[in-house]
């Protein structure tokens, strides 16, 4: 079957004939559909023959061409967030001649959300008035507490939340967020009049059409013909663009959509309206059932690995093979797993792989270390220097790119290792973001900057949308791309992944100033809306396609678990698809005939020591105790160049001991944290990401030390020091982070890099019974706290104090006779039954448990 854009260019030069197109303008969804039209027409005249010059059409997006036709340029969304405050300002002391009390780094979030409104209203153009929908908007806002359900009213209120955990300060930012309800009429004219020349994408529009008839647009549409190719929903502003052409007998219309499908309703239902309403120069092609290979894996790690492997037994030369992934985070798993060519392939398959997604500058180490300047505390005694702030991060990155060295002036030959081109590139990305950003504050646009937090926000927030492309060949037979990025393209193979419920459709917040049944009632686009496209996309891909593999992950865990895609229900219940279904098991390192180890002659250790991690672990599983602490059977550890979160969290205690030990008083700790110089940190081999985690937990360490010490008295009593107490003539103990004292009062602290788990409590307070046995003063107060370096909220609270627990004690104690019990068991010895029953554990832990073949307990599959 033909691909949809090469049935749109044969079609085209069957109606007016290859040399008659130099007046047409072909829009398409994407510019990446532009470069397949392109290739469309290249390959239509090699395969008939055609030698020398043609004039193609013009080829562009929707967007490009209302940006061509509106008199309003575009603009950065930061210089919009930016005008924006400055208007609600304005109009916040005209309506209570008081001045704003809330900051810009608070409105940011509320003027984005603000912007994406009005943007949305304007789409609506000429079906909407801005004026009469945001007076109704400001009016439905009074009926909030009469006759709003709560459903809506809960979407109301979670647009006023602050992060503010006084109550005076939060209840003054909602009497600010309801001026901007009563008037946001106002604000929305004055908001115009302020970007003058200059608009968001909405804005750009609605000038487009309200200016339809002046010289300038009549000019650059005189004897042009538009073909509008592979559209979907469509806002009533784009309908009035296509209408306006199509009565001037300037447009023409193609459609891409099958006829019968019955699997999903709603994903061509839009579809089918706009073929109704404008035409379709294609004729319909009936749905031919799909065969679809469905294959359930155990982690989205395994999915990435199996892109190799079904490149390598799909894709052949002169094929087109997709990779789409569904969830994004995956892309730097999947770039690695992809497949190489043999050294001896006659014909290579895989020397052109295009990657369509850029690779987020957010996610890359310079980023993080770039933000880490902006989160030390800024001393309030002083005024704050934006401009030598800047100069630092100038500085640093100046510092990052000299770091590298110069590369050799034959660079023909110059192989570089994946992490350094990224680390490269991302440095040079920054720099231009940088300057861009720095240019804006000179200019004004961006508002003077009175303290830090308000710099690293704007910094954030303009940074975290950057992504820099890989570079490849755009129209290579092997793409790796997203579900977005496919808009009307179609593949020989497609292969999906991370096809699971709450990622096909991406479920997201459908937050807005606007009420909901306001924005369903007037035509504005909602969630519901944005599920339909989704679904139009996810379910074109398998219209043309010869062959469709789907994965997804049947995980399940003590926090989430994952299953397949409503999308995937959907194709197996209706007769459109011949569903084959598949489990992907990982290969075992260890041979098939394995011993159970409940016939196994083991040779018992006598227990006469044990740590937290090892009480810890019987309570999880009794069988994973005997085998690693009684039958001294080590683990398997898998071989990696990367640390695991064992080696993170060794180098934060390590790091924490050292750094302590040369500043005694946290509060003669440097800033910024003099990492160079400790010894604990040169380690060997490249491990940017994972010793940024170090810093980071290492700073939020220090930095809630230093808080506790501004209002309280905090001693370093000793750190990594050995406790030990006799029960049940078992030693237990081990060695505990820190003894401190704060205010007279001691406490024995534990720094945790994980997030928060009960175990980290029975843990502490093991340590904590330990301790005391070797106080003089067994009556003394003792506190047990932990430091959650994880933990998401501030540096203060990051301290957690674990609780007397009077039970404790006698659990202890009767958990280390059952232990002394179970040590003692010969395992050959005892019936199945009674192995069976004794070393029973939960189904959530065997499935990553290193000891799980030796077990052949039957793990609950998906």
Not at 187 to 206: C, N, P, V
Not at 349 to 354: A, L, M, Q, V, W
Request: overall charge negative.
């Amino acid at each position: 079957m033909k691909s949809f854009l090469s049935e749109v260019t044969h079609h085209l030069i069957d109606a007016q004939g290859l040399n008659n197109l130099a007046s047409t303008t072909i829009v398409v969804p994407t510019r990446r559909a532009v470069l397949f039209v392109k290739d469309c027409f290249k390959n239509y005249m090699r395969i008939n023959g055609l030698q020398g010059p043609v004039q193609l059409p013009e080829m562009t997006t929707l967007a490009q061409l209302f940006d061509d036709l509106s008199p309003r340029y575009k603009i950065d969304e930061i210089q919009l967030v930016c005008t924006l405050y400055r208007v609600y300002c304005d109009v916040l002391h005209e309506a209570t001649n008081h001045e704003s009390n809330l900051s810009l780094d608070i409105f940011y979030g509320w003027g984005r959300q603000l912007v994406q409104d009005f943007s949305n209203i304007d789409k609506t153009y000429p079906l909407v008035t801005p004026q009469d929908f945001l007076k109704n908007t400001a009016s439905a806002r009074k009926l909030e507490h009469l006759e709003i359900d709560d459903e809506v009213r809960e979407r109301l209120l979670a647009l006023v939340s602050t992060r503010e955990n006084n109550a005076f300060v939060a209840n003054s930012k909602r009497r600010e967020f309801e001026v901007i309800w009563k008037n946001l009429p106002l604000i929305y004219e004055r908001f115009q009049t302020a970007l003058a020349d200059y608009g968001y994408e909405g804005a750009r529009m609605k000038a487009a059409l309200e200016h339809w008839e002046d010289d300038s647009i009549q000019r650059r549409r005189r004897n042009k013909h538009v073909v509008f190719a592979g559209f979907n929903y469509l806002v009533p502003a784009e309908k009035r663009l296509m209408h306006l052409l199509q009565d001037a007998g300037q447009a023409s219309f193609y459609w891409d959509y099958p006829a019968d499908f019955t699997a999903n309703r709603k994903a061509f239902r839009w579809i089918i309206a706009n073929a109704k309403e404008f035409g379709n120069a294609l004729a319909v092609k009936p749905w031919q059932p799909k065969d679809v290979e469905v294959i359930c894996t155990t982690s989205a790690f395994a999915q990435a690995q199996f892109v190799s492997e079904w490149l390598q037994k799909t894709h052949q030369n002169g094929q087109h093979s997709a990779v789409v992934i569904c969830d994004e985070s995956a892309l730097e798993q999947v770039v690695y797993a992809l497949p190489a060519d043999a050294p001896d392939e006659p014909s290579p398959r895989f020397k052109h792989i295009n990657i369509t997604k850029g690779f987020p500058i957010r996610q890359t180490d310079v980023f993080a270390r770039m933000m880490a300047l902006l989160q030390t505390p800024q001393d309030l005694t002083q005024t704050f220097d934006c401009q030598a702030k800047l100069a630092q991060i100038e500085q640093f990155l100046i510092d990052e790119t000299k770091s590298f060295g110069a590369l050799p002036e034959d660079t023909e030959e110059l192989q570089l290792a994946w992490h350094e081109l990224l680390a490269r590139e991302s440095v040079f990305q920054l720099q231009l973001a940088f300057n861009r950003f720095r240019l804006m504050i000179a200019d004004g646009r961006i508002p003077a900057i009175t303290n830090q937090r308000t710099l690293r926000l704007l910094l954030r927030r303009y940074l975290e949308g950057i992504s820099f492309p890989f570079h490849g060949e755009p129209l290579a037979d092997v793409q790796v791309t997203g579900v977005l990025e496919t808009r009307a393209m179609d593949f020989d193979n497609v292969l999906l992944l991370n096809v699971e419920e709450g990622v096909v459709p991406n479920v997201s917040a459908d937050l807005s100033y606007l009420p909901y049944y306001l924005r369903k009632a007037y035509g504005l686009q909602t969630h519901e809306e944005s599920t339909d496209v989704y679904a139009y996309n996810f379910f074109r891909l398998t219209y043309r396609a010869q062959h469709v593999t789907m994965l997804f992950t049947g995980a399940e865990s003590k926090y989430s678990k994952k299953a397949m895609s409503r999308f995937l229900r959907q194709m197996m219940a209706s007769d459109d698809f011949r569903i084959t279904r598949k489990v992907l098991l990982e290969n075992n390192t260890l041979a098939e005939s394995v011993v159970p180890v409940s016939r196994m002659q083991t040779v018992q250790k006598t227990v006469d020591f044990l740590s937290p991690s090892a009480l810890n672990t019987f309570r999880e599983c009794k069988m994973k105790f005997y085998l690693q602490y009684v039958a001294q059977i080590k683990k398997l550890e898998e071989e990696t160049p990367m640390l695991n979160h064992a080696d993170i969290g060794t180098l934060v205690h390590d790091a924490m001991q050292e750094l302590y030990a040369k500043y005694p008083s946290p509060i003669d700790v440097p800033e910024p944290i003099p990492f160079d110089d400790l010894q604990t940190l040169k380690i060997e081999g490249y491990h940017p990401v994972e010793l940024a985690a170090v810093h980071s937990f290492v700073s939020r360490i220090v930095q809630s030390d230093k808080l506790l010490a501004k209002s309280h008295k905090l001693k370093i009593l000793s750190t990594e020091s050995k406790v030990y107490m006799n029960v049940n003539n078992i030693s237990v103990g081990g060695r505990i982070d820190r003894v401190d004292e704060v205010d007279g009062i001691t406490r024995i602290v534990d720094y945790k890099t994980g997030a928060y788990k009960d175990d980290y409590a029975w843990q502490i307070r093991i340590y904590k019974e330990a301790y005391k046995t070797h106080k003089a003063k067994q009556d003394e107060p003792i506190q047990a706290v932990l430091y959650i370096c994880k933990n998401t909220k501030p540096e203060e609270d990051i301290q957690m104090t674990v609780d007397e627990d009077p039970k404790f004690q006698a659990e202890l104690e009767n958990l280390l006779k059952e232990v002394v019990k179970v040590s003692k068991y010969t395992l050959s010895a005892l019936p199945q039954e009674e192995f069976d029953a004794l070393f029973a554990s939960k189904s959530d832990t065997c499935k990553k448990c290193a000891y799980k073949l030796l077990c052949n307990k039957k793990v609950k599959d998906y």
